[in-house]
């Protein structure tokens, strides 16, 4: 049975259920969906239900009584296999939105937008903050805008401050936003490489882009490239940069394990649920980028 709903932002959402550790498709239609049916054909279901306008709280109990994914959810992210919150999605929700794309076409014809979605790390006073406020950019290691990741990246910094130690309320926001691709500035890239001691002495490792950069006053205007690029004569204008999970050739320093992206704040169509990270289950006394069982309240 397939659950589905059309958004104000014209992207489809799929309706899953936390069961025995793992998002699966409900077996039987909800009571409370019951009378909002607006179309249906054999297994898949219209769902006539808005999105809530501001982000709501979730935890594993809230997970089991259902919640509303996009076709950004079932993405893998550097390799690793696709997670709501940490937790496994079934095969066929992966496969939901292809297998049923032309009958939500012929259902709502249009150009529909495949919605990102990334997740961010922060304690409960700034998740609240940015539910009345919105997201502040910020200047970091890809320059200027909202910083994002995968889950087990936002893991990091809802379990710790910046001076590593750890909040009293760690919180992960999930976070959905569109941009195409063309739009994505891509790291590493060779014109820019980070400036600290290590990489300057190593030319071969000259192909990160990191945390003290020569184009850092540059790059404070977001989303203008920086001047790197539009020495390559790419003029082009971008809303998102995107890092994978790399590591420097040869070399015995790990930079990242976790997909990151920074993003300008226009991308962001809705600041969807926010959880609570259990810190039990991360590692001490230094957070293990490569951990991947990290839990949710």
């Known amino acids: 049975m397939f659950l589905f709903r059309e958004t104000p932002q014209k992207f489809w959402e799929l309706l899953v259920y936390l069961n025995e550790g793992v998002m699966k498709l409900p077996t039987d239609l909800p009571q409370k969906y019951a009378q909002r049916i607006s179309r249906q054909e054999k ?12 982000s709501t709280r979730t935890n594993l109990s809230l ?36 297998d049923h794309r032309s009958t939500l076409q012929s259902w709502s014809p249009g150009e529909w937008t495949v919605a990102r979605v990334s997740y961010h790390g922060t304690s409960y006073e700034s998740y609240q903050g940015i539910c009345a406020q919105g997201f502040k950019c910020t200047f970091g290691m890809l320059g200027t805008g909202v910083y994002l990741g995968s ?10 401050n910046q001076d590593y130690t750890f909040r009293e309320n760690p919180s992960i926001l999930r976070v959905i936003w569109t941009c195409k691709d063309e739009d994505v500035l891509q790291f590493p890239r ?5 400036f600290c001691a290590e990489c300057y ?12 950069m020569d184009w850092s006053a540059d790059a404070r205007t977001f989303p203008e490239k920086m001047a790197r690029d539009r020495v390559e004569g790419q003029g082009t204008r971008y809303w998102a ?6 590591k420097f050739p040869d070399s015995e320093k790990t930079v990242t394990h976790n997909e990151e992206w920074v993003l300008n704040p226009t991308c962001i169509v ?15 006394p230094h957070y293990d980028p490569l951990q991947r069982d990290i839990k949710i309240l």
């Open 241 to 246: 940069g995107s890092l994978k999970p790399c």
């Open 151 to 160: 889950f087990w990246k936002a893991c990091r910094f809802a379990a710790r």
């Open 201 to 212: 002495k190593r030319p071969e490792q000259r192909s990160f882009c990191g945390h003290t």
């Open 43 to 54: 297994t898949v279901y219209l769902i006539q239900s808005l999105p809530h306008k501001t």
């Open 270 to 284: 809705r600041l969807a649920e926010c959880a609570t990270l259990n810190l039990d289950s991360v590692a001490k």
């Open 63 to 98: 997970l089991k009584e259902g919640i509303w994914i996009c076709e950004g959810d079932c993405k893998d992210f550097g390799g690793v296999k696709a997670t709501l919150f940490g937790i496994p999605l079934c095969n066929e929700i992966q496969t939901a939105f292809v």
């Open 190 to 194: 060779k014109v820019m490489y980070c």
